[in-house]
């Protein structure tokens, strides 16, 4: 009798632990957004389990789900059986809407219940932080750099002259107008995001101070311009001696030896058999270019 009891306390254990295999995995805790600059990343707690590797999986509800699709739920696919204890949610939260987020740890065919964030997450809630900014003194202009930080962020600079009360205001401005030389001017910058029409607070006030002279980016100019003349005089003459050189490369002009050279005749010949052949010592015979050449070429062989 006590045999069978202790086998059916047995078997009921086992069953037991069979049927509750997966009660055994425990939820993810400590669910929680960060969220800073328009980027939304969603963090829990690690399941420890000894020896198994644990997964998670991330799903989120947005307003349309919740009212219009039967309180449905869309996975995350970047977020999908993941070993990492932090998701990016930032593409998938794309209205500023409530959204509710869960995760589950998994291990093989062993599923845990869903742990849920507590409360909605909104991103006008984000952190908006001021962007990082580099004030430059360029002669007498005032050069801002400002951190990119992404499409959705405007910036609004506010510039001053030290000393003065009153700042002038320039949205998305890199360079500003010209200054005095001689006093300080001040520069701060905030953030803002029309999507959920909130801005930061304003970056710390850098000042610098105007130097005068001829700024860099006249000196550029001047320099640039003063190359392309040069090269616009000296590419003719470049070209004209490059073809030169190619034609007498190409097409050498010969030099005909002096005895093939046909001299202009006298401007008057003195004809033998005139009047005047008495005093002729020397007959003069004017002879065709062609018979001088036959001569020539006669002699030679």
Not at 154 to 180: I, N
Not at 212 to 235: D, E, R
Not at 252 to 262: E, Q, R
Request: charged share 20%; glycine share 6%; with cysteine.
């Amino acid at each position: 009798k006590h045999i069978l009891i202790y086998l059916f306390s047995l078997f009921f254990f086992l069953l037991l632990g069979i049927l509750g295999e997966d009660a055994l995995l425990p939820a993810p805790q400590n669910i929680t957004i960060l969220s800073t600059n328009m980027k939304h990343f969603l963090t829990w707690s690690p399941v420890i389990i000894q020896g198994e590797t644990v997964r998670y999986s991330v799903e989120f509800q947005g307003e349309y789900e919740r009212e219009y699709a039967n309180e449905s739920w869309i996975p995350i696919c970047e977020c999908s059986l993941i070993t990492a204890t932090v998701c990016n949610i930032t593409e998938d939260i794309s209205a500023t809407v409530a959204y509710n987020l869960r995760v589950r740890a998994n291990v093989g065919a062993r599923r845990s219940e869903w742990g849920a964030l507590k409360g909605f997450f909104n991103r006008i809630t984000t952190s908006l932080t001021p962007p990082l900014m580099k004030v430059i003194a360029d002669g007498y202009h005032l050069l801002v750099e400002l951190e990119d930080m992404g499409p959705a962020f405007q910036f609004c600079v506010l510039y001053w002259k030290k000393g003065e009360p009153g700042a002038k205001e320039v949205s998305s401005v890199v360079h500003l107008d010209t200054m005095e030389a001689g006093p300080d001017y001040c520069v701060k910058a905030q953030t803002y995001v029309e999507a959920i029409n909130r801005s930061s607070s304003f970056s710390q006030t850098q000042c610098v101070r105007a130097q005068g002279g001829t700024s860099m980016w006249l000196v550029t100019a001047l320099i640039s311009s003063a190359g392309f003349a040069v090269a616009a005089l000296t590419l003719p003459f470049l070209t004209w001696k490059t073809s030169k050189i190619f034609q007498y490369s190409c097409c050498p002009i010969a030099v005909l030896p002096d005895t093939l050279k046909v001299s202009e005749p006298p401007t008057q010949l003195i004809l033998c058999g005139s009047e005047e052949a008495e005093q002729c010592d020397l007959m003069v015979r004017v002879m065709p270019s062609e018979e001088v050449l036959r001569m020539w070429f006669q002699e030679t062989l």
